[in-house]
């Protein structure tokens, strides 16, 4: 069981999940070292507040870093040796990105994992190495839900294939230098301090600005979204929860984070609608190169191992979600 003498390695910590992570663990007295490079892909100004909520912690260490570039990240390693456990949440994020910028996702996904995974190889006693993958790794599959034993050999986007990519090389680490490890996917995560290039955030902005909000597949879209909370609790069971070394095999997991429903988007859209108390312009489109038409996350590994048990359905999360966003924006 980890400790909360026991300093973290937090990586992205100014984006979403990291900052949100970072948080939680905070405000439970762990010690924290987050990195972020603090780039432009949305808006600088909400990591920077992110960022300045993190500094009013004591317990809280922060470098601006490029998880990509080794002498740095070797630097700010060598500078915390107590560090045993790392969270690599760091990733250039979003499917439609990668068919404009895909040198992007190659440093920061392919270069930055590895990076991290040759600092953890390199420590005597390293105990835990957690890292992001994502529900699109599943691709073109069509059986639902998604499980973890599924084959994923058909990704539709770039940034997909990144993820599968930080996968297989760290089971090949696992393998040859025993790191503990574990991959998590991540099923559509929303919720307050969220992404300005999710769809909530989108259809929000574009609800309260009279814009219309775009609906790919006219409609015809259904996704597992899930809370930031509910995320968390997966990534602290997870840090709990450490694939056992003590065996032939690669101590090397991958869990699915999900809430285990599949909601309809106009419904997603409506949940909005109804928190804003005004309706949204709907501008109804095709599918969009990359996009997969349903996800669905199987839980049940994760329920098992990991303790995990979402709580928040979006009837709850999306006025959350508003209500922050309303005070944020000073609406």
């Given at each position: 069981?980890?400790?909360?003498?026991?300093?973290?390695?937090?990586?992205?910590?100014?984006?979403?999940?990291?900052?949100?992570?970072?948080?939680?663990?905070?405000?439970?007295?762990?010690?924290?070292?987050?990195?972020?490079?603090?780039?432009?892909?949305?808006?600088?100004?909400l990591k920077h507040a992110r960022l300045e909520n993190l500094k009013s912690f004591s317990n809280f260490k922060f470098y601006?870093?490029?998880?990509?570039?080794?002498?740095?990240?070797?630097?700010?390693?060598?500078?915390?040796?107590?560090?045993?456990?790392?969270?690599?949440?760091?990733?250039?994020?979003?499917?439609?990105?990668?068919?404009?910028?895909?040198?992007?996702?190659?440093?920061?996904?392919?270069?930055?994992?590895?990076?991290?995974?040759?600092?953890?190889?390199?420590?005597?006693?390293?105990?835990?190495?957690?890292?992001?993958?994502?529900?699109?790794?599943?691709?073109?599959?069509?059986?639902?839900?998604?499980?973890?034993?599924?084959?994923?050999?058909?990704?539709?986007?770039?940034?997909?294939?990144?993820?599968?990519?930080?996968?297989?090389?760290?089971?090949?680490?696992?393998?040859?230098?025993?790191?503990?490890?574990?991959?998590?996917?991540?099923?559509?995560?929303?919720?307050?301090?969220?992404?300005?290039?999710?769809?909530?955030?989108?259809?929000?902005?574009?609800?309260?600005?009279?814009?219309?909000?775009?609906?790919?597949?006219?409609?015809?879209?259904?996704?597992?979204?899930?809370?930031?909370?509910?995320?968390v609790k997966g990534i602290v069971g997870a840090l709990n929860s450490p694939p056992s070394n003590e065996t032939a095999l690669?101590?090397?997991?991958?869990?699915?984070?999900?809430?285990?429903?599949?909601?309809?988007?106009?419904?997603?859209?409506?949940?909005?609608?109804?928190?804003?108390?005004?309706?949204?312009?709907?501008?109804?489109?095709?599918?969009?190169?990359?996009?997969?038409?349903?996800?669905?996350?199987?839980?049940?590994?994760?329920e098992r191992d990991l303790n995990y048990s979402p709580t928040t359905p979006i009837s709850e999360g999306i006025p959350k979600?508003?209500?922050?966003?309303?005070?944020?924006?000073?609406?």
């Amino acid at each position: 069981m980890l400790t909360s003498s026991s300093p973290i390695l937090v990586t992205g910590v100014a984006g979403f999940i990291g900052y949100s992570l970072a948080s939680h663990l905070l405000k439970n007295g762990y010690l924290i070292i987050g990195i972020d490079n603090l780039n432009d892909y949305y808006d600088v100004t909400l990591k920077h507040a992110r960022l300045e909520n993190l500094k009013s912690f004591s317990n809280f260490k922060f470098y601006q870093a490029n998880i990509a570039e080794r002498s740095q990240m070797q630097q700010i390693w060598e500078l915390h040796p107590e560090i045993m456990h790392i969270v690599n949440l760091a990733a250039q994020a979003g499917v439609r990105y990668s068919l404009i910028n895909p040198f992007a996702y190659i440093e920061a996904n392919i270069m930055g994992h590895i990076v991290m995974l040759e600092l953890a190889r390199h420590r005597k006693g390293f105990k835990h190495f957690i890292y992001a993958s994502s529900s699109s790794v599943y691709g073109g599959n069509t059986k639902l839900p998604f499980s973890v034993e599924d084959r994923c050999e058909t990704p539709v986007s770039l940034y997909a294939a990144t993820k599968k990519a930080d996968e297989l090389m760290t089971q090949s680490y696992a393998h040859l230098y025993r790191i503990p490890s574990t991959g998590l996917r991540f099923f559509t995560v929303y919720g307050p301090w969220g992404r300005p290039d999710m769809a909530v955030f989108l259809f929000t902005k574009a609800i309260v600005n009279d814009q219309p909000i775009q609906v790919f597949n006219y409609g015809e879209m259904k996704r597992d979204f899930t809370y930031i909370d509910d995320i968390v609790k997966g990534i602290v069971g997870a840090l709990n929860s450490p694939p056992s070394n003590e065996t032939a095999l690669p101590p090397h997991k991958v869990y699915n984070l999900g809430n285990n429903i599949s909601e309809k988007l106009l419904n997603f859209i409506h949940y909005i609608e109804d928190s804003l108390g005004k309706k949204a312009i709907l501008k109804m489109l095709p599918l969009q190169a990359g996009d997969v038409q349903e996800s669905l996350a199987d839980i049940t590994a994760s329920e098992r191992d990991l303790n995990y048990s979402p709580t928040t359905p979006i009837s709850e999360g999306i006025p959350k979600f508003i209500k922050w966003y309303k005070e944020y924006y000073k609406i």
